[in-house]
């Protein structure tokens, strides 16, 4: 006999939004670079 459990529903919140924990500053700068350097030691 087998024995049946009502399955868990899960928690659909997903990932914190990581906006809030920014600093104003990298807030106000986001997405609005137009390249990115790779940086070398040395320079």
């Not at 914190?16 to 600093?23: A, C, K, L």
């Not at 104003?24 to 350097?37: C, I, L, Q, S, T």
Request: proline content about 12%.
């Amino acid at each position: 006999m087998a024995r049946t459990e009502a399955q868990r529903t899960p928690i659909e919140s997903g990932c914190p939004d990581g906006f809030q924990y920014m600093h104003p500053v990298m807030r106000k700068n986001y997405g609005d670079w137009a390249f990115h350097e790779d940086p070398r030691p040395g320079v």
